[in-house]
C-alpha cells in the first residue's frame, strides 16, 4: 500500500523538526546569539575585556570565536585575543577549555613565522618557528631590510641598488623610490608614507606613495630609522655613535653617545632602548631613557638587527644565524642562515 506523497512529505518534515530537537539542547539557539553578540563587540575598545571574558565562558564555540579574533588585522584585537586565550590555558578549573586552548595556541604559533633578510645567499624567506620556510624571494642582490606589509607584500631596501622597492608575493614591483645613496633601513608608516635611512645621503627622509619628500633631517648617518606612537623619530647616527630622537621639526629631543658600532634601534614599549652594536660592540643591549644597561647579549657575530617579541624574548640577525634569547640572554632557538642581516617577527592572519 502507498501513502499518498503529501503524507510522505509531511511525515519527512516532521521527522527532520523532532530529530533536531533532540540533538539539542535547550537555550543552544540562545547562546550562539550570545556568542554572535559579544563577538560583535570584539572591534570596540571599552567592550572588547568583559566580551573575550564572556565568550571565554560560553564554551568551544566562544573559544573558537576567540581563536579567530587572534587573526584579527586589528593589532589590538588580535593582541588582547591571544592574551585572553593564553589566561584559558593556564586555568586548571576547565581541563576540557585548557586542552583546546592550548590546541588553538600551538596551531597559532606554528602559523606565525619570522622574515628574514639573507644577504649572502640573496633571500628573503618566510621561515616558521618549526623552521618551515613558507615562502622565498630569491635573486635579492645587495638587500639589507626587509619588512612584511599587512597587504602580503614585502618592503625591501636594495642598499647596493640605492632603492627602496615595495614587491608583492610574485616578486613584481608595485612601488619604488630610488635616487637613494646606499640606504640601510625603510619603514612603511601608517599614513601610508614610508620612512627611509638614506645613509650615505646622510639624511633621514619621510616620502609619500607619489614619491614627494613630506619631511627629512640631515647632516646624519642615519643606520635606523622609526617613527614612534608619539610623532618623534628614533635614530641610529652611525656618524656619531649616537642614538638620538628628534621631534618633528627635527630637534633632538633625547640622545644618548658613545656606542660601538651602534646599527639597529628600537624603542620598547617599557620606554626602554634596544640598541644592536654590530662592529665593535658584538651585543644587543636595553638601556633605560638614562642610558643604564638593563639586559644584554653578548658575544654575537656581527648582529645587525634585534627586535623584543611579544612574549618578552628577543631575536637577533646575526652573521651565520638567526636566534631568538629568553629574558636571562639563554639562547632558546637558532636557525642557520648564510649572513642575516634583518628579521621581523610576524603574526598569524
Ligand atoms: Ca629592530
Ligand atoms: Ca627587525
Given at each position: 500500500m502507498q501513502f499518498p506523497t503529501f503524507l510522505c512529505v509531511a511525515a519527512a518534515i516532521a521527522g527532520a523538526t523532532l530529530s533536531a530537537q533532540s540533538t539539542s539542547r535547550p537555550g543552544a539557539a540562545k547562546k550562539s546569539a550570545h556568542v554572535e553578540r559579544m563577538a560583535g563587540l570584539l572591534g570596540d575598545p571599552d567592550s572588547r575585556g568583559v566580551a573575550l571574558r564572556s565568550l571565554a565562558s560560553l564554551g568551544e564555540a566562544g573559544r573558537e570565536r576567540i581563536a579567530t579574533a587572534m587573526r584579527a588585522e586589528d593589532d589590538a584585537i588580535a593582541y588582547a585575543a591571544i592574551a585572553e586565550m593564553r589566561r584559558i590555558a593556564g586555568d586548571p578549573r576547565d581541563r576540557k577549555a585548557v586542552k583546546h586552548a592550548k590546541t588553538t595556541l600551538k596551531k597559532w604559533e606554528d602559523d606565525c613565522y619570522y622574515l628574514i633578510t639573507d644577504y649572502s645567499d640573496n633571500e628573503i624567506l618566510r621561515v616558521t618557528?618549526?623552521?618551515?620556510?613558507i615562502h622565498k624571494l630569491t635573486?635579492?642582490?645587495?638587500?639589507?631590510d626587509a619588512e612584511a606589509l599587512p597587504n602580503g607584500n614585502t618592503l625591501i631596501v636594495e642598499f647596493a641598488l640605492g632603492r627602496v622597492v615595495e614587491r608583492d608575493k610574485n616578486d613584481k614591483i608595485l612601488w619604488e623610490f630610488a635616487s637613494l645613496r646606499n640606504p640601510y633601513a625603510a619603514q612603511r608608516l601608517a599614513n601610508g608614507n614610508t620612512l627611509i635611512s638614506d645613509t650615505y645621503g646622510n639624511r633621514v627622509i619621510e616620502v609619500t606613495k607619489?614619491?614627494?619628500?613630506?619631511w627629512q633631517i640631515q647632516d646624519i648617518k642615519p643606520l635606523d630609522a622609526e617613527r614612534l606612537p608619539n610623532g618623534n623619530t628614533l635614530i641610529s647616527d652611525g656618524k656619531a655613535g649616537r642614538i638620538i630622537e628628534v621631534d618633528g621639526k627635527g630637534k633632538v629631543v633625547w640622545e644618548l653617545g658613545n656606542y660601538q658600532g651602534v646599527w639597529d634601534v628600537d624603542r620598547l614599549e617599557n620606554g626602554n632602548t634596544l640598541i644592536t652594536q654590530?662592529?665593535?660592540?658584538?651585543s644587543v643591549i636595553e638601556v633605560d631613557k638614562k642610558g643604564n644597561v638593563v639586559f644584554e647579549i653578548k658575544?654575537?657575530?656581527?648582529?645587525?638587527d634585534a627586535d623584543r617579541l611579544p612574549n618578552g624574548n628577543t631575536v637577533v640577525a646575526c652573521d651565520g644565524a638567526v636566534e631568538v634569547f629568553d629574558q636571562n640572554a639563554d639562547l632558546v632557538w637558532h636557525y642557520d642562515v648564510s649572513w642575516a642581516v634583518e628579521v621581523n617577527w610576524m603574526r598569524a592572519r
Open positions: 618557528q618549526s623552521g618551515q620556510v635573486e635579492q642582490y645587495g638587500v639589507w607619489a614619491g614627494q619628500i613630506d654590530r662592529k665593535a660592540g658584538h658575544d654575537l657575530t656581527s648582529p645587525s
